[in-house]
Structure formats: structure tokens, C-alpha cells
């Protein structure tokens, strides 16, 4: 016999609203999870770190999506599945993912039906002209982040450190912008290449590169840079 659980669980708060999980019906959503990258991200502090070293040419009296706000929408959506950027139309609407990016549920009155609606997220355009103003001095602080992040998440520096450069396999389809042919496997790949302590999960940087696939272990470019700063700074965190 199924048992179930009777009893809520309890999330961070959001300002004055508190954030409960109920398992007695009412409305549903499919995107639960997000609650736990919210916590996650809460104790890194990714996101934040990550909107520190991007810069926001905006007029910030003008804007309606904050930067930090629309990172953690496009973040949490590609950990739920949801990797393309016009999935955000219905994603944009869910009170849930407005909750998990701190941005809160924003009511504001239709003028056609006088009725109070919520506000949505950011657009699929507007995440988009995001991801096109980041360059590349931006991107480089990015991997700088997340190697700051692998670093600090180990209490004790570990007695070994290996790193599996990863060359991801994600084709894609027609002409799109960013990809480049491999001779391994005769398709077009964005050459997206991820860096991964071997002997755990922890990821310590990823890119994206345009020129050969996969990186030759001599280029000084390799994964993007990643291989000679990454490998600088584990050095000087691991004992010597």
C-alpha cells in the first residue's frame, strides 16, 4: 500500500511570502524542481556571482527584467530540460519559475478585461539579446566564477586533482550560428567543451568554441582558455 505523505515542506521564504510544497492537490506544476535549484543556488551564490562580472549597459530606470533575474530564469530552465530559448514562452507564465528566480508573482491590471494578470518573465527575445551582449571579456570572468566556486565548495584542498576536458556531442541542425563540422563523427557541433573534476561531479568551467573540434591538447586556447587558467589557479590552490 501506497504512503503517502501528509505533512508540507517548507522552503526559503520570499519577502513576506512563504514558499510550501502541499501533496493535497490544488494547482500542479511540472516544474517543481526548481525549488531545489533555488536552494542550491541560495548556498553558492552562482548566479549572483555570475551577474556581478557581467555588465548591464541598461538603463536601469527603464528596465522591467532585471539581469540577475533573467540569469537564473535561463540557468534553472536549461537544469529542468529545457535548453531552447523559446520554451521561456510558457515557462515566462509559470508562477513557480517566478518564484524560484526571486523575482516574486507581479500582478498588473489588464486594460482590456479590468482584470489583475501576472506578469511574466522575460521573453525568448529579450533572453536573447542577453546571451548576445555578453562578450568575451565577460565570458572569462564567467569561467573565473566557476572555478572560484569548485575551489571554495572543497573545505580542504584534495590530495589529487583531475580534470576530464569534455568534449560534448550536440549536433545540430541546419546553418545554425557557432557551429563547426568534426571529422569523428561527419556533423555540425557547436564544440561546446565542459571541464569535470574526474573523480566527482563537480563541474569546474565550460565554453564554447568556433574553430577546430575537438581542441588539439596544444592549442593554448583549448576549451577556451579554461586549460591554462583553470590549471593556474587549481596549482596554486593545491598543496604543494
Do not use: W
Not at 24 to 52: I, K, M, Y
Not at 83 to 109: F, K, S, W, Y
Not at 140 to 148: F, G, N, R, S
Not at 224 to 236: F, H, M, Y
Amino acid at each position: 500500500m501506497t504512503e503517502c505523505n501528509p505533512s508540507p515542506i517548507l522552503f526559503s521564504s520570499l519577502g513576506r511570502r512563504s514558499v510550501e510544497a502541499y501533496f493535497d492537490g490544488g494547482s500542479l506544476t511540472s516544474d517543481a524542481g526548481a525549488l531545489l535549484l533555488r536552494e542550491a543556488d541560495r548556498r553558492l551564490g552562482l548566479t549572483a556571482a555570475l551577474n556581478q562580472v557581467i555588465p548591464d549597459p541598461r538603463n536601469q530606470d527603464l528596465i522591467v527584467h532585471e539581469q540577475l533575474t533573467m540569469l537564473r530564469q535561463r540557468i534553472y530552465a536549461i537544469a529542468l530540460g529545457n535548453e531552447d530559448l523559446n520554451d521561456h514562452q510558457e515557462l515566462r507564465q509559470d508562477p513557480l519559475m517566478q518564484v524560484a528566480t526571486e523575482r516574486g508573482i507581479r500582478m498588473i491590471q489588464n486594460e482590456q478585461t479590468h482584470q489583475k494578470e501576472p506578469v511574466p518573465l522575460a521573453s525568448p527575445p529579450t533572453l536573447c539579446r542577453l546571451e548576445n551582449r555578453i562578450g568575451r571579456r565577460a565570458l572569462v570572468d564567467m569561467a573565473k566564477v566557476l572555478v572560484e566556486k569548485f575551489i571554495a565548495a572543497h573545505a580542504t584542498p584534495p590530495a589529487e586533482l583531475i580534470l576530464d576536458f569534455d568534449a560534448t556531442d550536440d549536433p545540430v541542425h541546419g546553418n545554425q550560428v557557432g557551429a563547426s563540422s568534426t571529422a569523428i563523427t561527419m556533423s555540425m557541433l557547436p564544440a561546446a567543451v565542459r571541464v569535470l573534476r574526474g573523480s566527482t561531479a563537480g563541474g569546474v568551467s565550460a565554453s564554447s568554441r568556433h574553430r577546430c573540434f575537438p581542441p588539439r591538447l596544444g592549442d593554448p586556447l583549448a576549451a577556451g582558455g579554461a586549460l591554462p587558467r583553470g590549471l593556474a589557479r587549481c596549482k596554486d590552490h593545491l598543496p604543494r
